[in-house]
């Protein structure tokens, strides 16, 4: 196991490199999901970073995820975008897919916005519906995987923080308040979402790659999960922890229904369909973080 010395070294490694290259202090992080990485099209781009560029930083190995960090403007804020994320099931360890998210906790990232495609396990969520996460049921952390265990470290938050509050509830309620997306995306923006329906529920994390059997699905129902996927609960612990605003989202790309029978190719069709509303709500987001 890696001391905290060592640990230290890598992230700063990571940030010294990226500090040579740009000397932009971004207030917000946004991560994109499978298919989303269209945010980075909308961004007044000033920079991007390859991820094989940066030390210590591994790849996407992903289809829909490009792996290049992006910096620059976003209805007129300072951004960062991880055009394409790190996955448990890649192989990696949970320190290595979210050192992105300390790393940019020390370039000076107040907020982050952390978005996912998702399958739907809510029998009312329909395949393009938008998803406002208020909690998460974090399956491979109650079995030991957690991206915090290990030595703590301790210049970002506690041994043993809280996630009661993991997601801001000050910007769900502003979303919720706003008469849904559509009202909170016209005060922000000429830009309206074209309908589609807004929810606010419990995203439940797997670790992947396989889809889960209908089995799985009957008991994350039973347990409260409104829709599942493998990602973004990582992220979300290691951002708190180092005191970030965390505001998520969950595109449903696909059907959690027995009948069913989901792919990848479906899951990136769905999100290139549905991706430019999803980059009209992070635009007008932004500016209420």
Known sequence: MKTEARIYEEIDAAV???QLQTSTKPKVLIVCGSGLGGISKVIDKELTIPFKDIPNWVQSTVEG???NLVFGKLNGVDVVAMVGRLHFYEGYSFEETTLPIRVCSDLGVESMIVTNAAGGINQTY?????MVIKDHINFPGLCGFNPLRGV???RYGPRFPATSDAYDV?????IRQSNGVEELVEQSSPLRLAGRKVHEGVYTF?????????SEVSLISRLGGDCVGMSTVPEVLVARHCGLK?????LITNSCNPQD????TEVLMHASIASADVEKLVTALVKFL
Do not use: C, Q
Request: glycine residues 10%.
């Open 16 to 18: 010294a490199y990226i």
């Open 206 to 214: 797997v670790s992947g790659p396989s889809y889960e059997t209908n």
């Open 170 to 174: 000050k910007i769900r309620d502003l």
């Open 65 to 67: 995820h490009e792996g």
């Open 152 to 154: 703590n470290l301790s």
């Open 126 to 130: 329909n395949v393009g519906d938008l």
């Open 246 to 250: 965390v505001f998520g989202l969950s």
């Open 261 to 264: 029978v989901t792919s990848h």
